[in-house]
């Protein structure tokens, strides 16, 4: 049986325009791009519409505007089939690039599915497009059907044409410092086990600007690292032990015998309050004399974020110099 394509369109999901710019090129984020296909096949006296199977789903990618049928992907481009936990748009308000005229690749889409049938509507599938380059390309939609005829929505063999494109230029991705940062500390814990003896931990709070929060996080050059922490320094003053850490985002309980594992015993279960929000970056400072720890290092601790937008920053926590590491400083990588 004779089969083909009636309908064949691309356009740029929750949009009527066929071009956009929302979208970061940290090869994380994604944009979401909308495919309406409607294949039917001859069955002696009419043509009928006839799902795709799986194995031409599967063929179904986007792939650079061109006249060949299946070109390379475009460098620094990829295709996904399915959306990633990401989210979507831009940080603030930017204006879409948008084609002017009847013409717009999404609005005919949209005009296709409203007036269509049962018998003609077109199945509905959706690609996703990441970038690592700031480059603008312009994309099509390309098919294999089963009996290997090869289609893209920039087509025309005389008898079957389609022409619908889109159009994406990714922005240079955001990184944010630590004076974007809303910073506070608190007096987590303090015992006095001795006259003028303490035990003290305080927490320090990096909140991320509005509508951001840590989709994951990134360490390295810690001098002692462990589930739930990653310490930058370790080191006596005046006899004191005073150690400086990153707390893990997700960590949700802490204790003191979890910060310094040569504490007293009977200390060792009390909690450190904490603050729990994937929002906010957290770090703990700790001082006791009264323990058999020899940690002896100082070191910078680099701490990287990645956003809900895909968007990667950089920082340092190291001991604040100027007290030797009695409180924490956080830096720009």
Not at 32 to 42: A, D, G, Q
Not at 123 to 140: C, G, H, I, L, P
Not at 228 to 246: H, I, P, T
């Amino acid at each position: 049986m004779a089969t083909k394509l009636s309908v064949f369109q691309i356009g740029i999901a929750g949009t009527t325009a066929s071009s956009t710019n929302e979208l970061y090129a940290n090869n994380r984020q994604q944009c979401k791009v909308v495919i309406n296909i409607l294949k039917v096949t001859w069955d002696g006296s009419s043509w009928q519409k006839t799902n795709l199977t799986q194995s031409e789903i599967n063929s179904l990618t986007v792939l650079p505007y061109s006249a060949a049928l299946f070109p390379p992907q475009a460098p620094g481009w990829s295709c996904d089939t399915a959306a990633n936990s990401y989210t979507s748009g831009l940080r603030r308000s930017a204006l879409s690039f948008e084609q002017s005229g009847p013409s717009s690749t999404a609005e005919t889409v949209r005009q296709v599915a409203s007036r269509s049938t049962a018998n003609d509507a077109p199945e509905v599938f959706y690609r996703y497009m990441r970038s690592a380059t700031t480059q603008r390309q312009d994309f099509m939609a390309c098919v294999t059907l089963d009996d290997g005829t090869k289609y893209s929505t920039h087509y025309d063999n005389g008898d079957e044409r389609y022409e619908s494109v889109i159009g994406i230029q990714p922005q240079a991705p955001y990184a944010l410092r630590v004076a974007d940062l809303a910073s506070s500390r608190q007096d987590a814990y303090q015992v006095e086990y001795e006259k003028n003896k303490w035990i003290d931990v305080d927490t320090y709070y990096w909140t991320l600007p509005s509508g951001l929060w840590i989709h994951g996080e990134s360490f390295s050059g810690a001098g002692w690292t462990t589930d739930k922490l990653e310490f930058a320094y370790g080191k006596r003053v005046d006899n004191v032990l005073r150690l400086g850490m990153a707390i893990k985002v997700g960590v949700t309980s802490l204790t003191v015998g979890e910060i310094d594992g040569q504490v007293a015993s009977n200390y060792a279960p009390n909690q450190v309050p904490l603050i729990n929000a994937n929002t906010v970056m957290r770090g703990a400072r700790y001082s006791n004399e009264n323990t058999n720890n020899g940690a002896n290092y100082d070191y910078r601790l680099y701490w990287t974020v990645i956003d809900n937008f895909g968007c990667e920053s950089r920082f340092v926590l190291i001991a604040n110099t100027a007290d030797k590491g009695d409180t924490l400083t956080l830096l720009d990588a």
